[in-house]
């Protein structure tokens, strides 16, 4: 079985990280494409400007910035064609969600996975 796994930008990119998709708007400070190995970047599935803005990476705020931010998803059609495309993808590999924050706990990557995986069960369900 494959996985769908989060990972920072900053890591070394390795043979097991499988399909990278940067998941931020924004390419990640100070990192080369070289270095980054990105296979695709999915700025469509990213939170808001607001929301980010909000949410400032403070671990307080944390909780509700991902009951917001799964909110956006719910609402964003792209969001729902990304995550069937994650799904294809983990037919033949590993994917890796690529994100740039420094916090390994506490950042939208984390809250995307499980979204991701909720619709992933969904459609299995179906």
């Not at 070289?34 to 803005?53: G, Y």
Request: charged share 30%; hydrophobic share 35%; proline share 4%.
């Amino acid at each position: 079985m494959y996985e769908l796994r989060i990972k920072r930008a900053y890591l070394p990119a390795e043979p097991t990280d499988g399909h990278r998709i940067l998941i931020d708007r924004l390419w990640p400070r100070g990192l080369s494409k070289e270095a980054a190995a990105i296979d695709e970047w999915a700025k469509e599935v990213t939170p808001s400007t607001a929301l980010r803005q909000w949410f400032g990476h403070k671990e307080e705020n944390f909780e509700e910035f991902a009951h917001r931010y799964r909110e956006e998803l719910d609402e964003n059609p792209a969001a729902t064609d990304f995550a069937r495309h994650c799904h294809e993808l983990l037919q033949q590999g590993n994917v890796s969600l690529i994100y740039g924050a420094r916090s390994t706990t506490c950042n939208h990557a984390r809250v995307l996975r499980e979204w991701i995986l909720g619709q992933t069960e969904a459609q299995s369900g179906d």
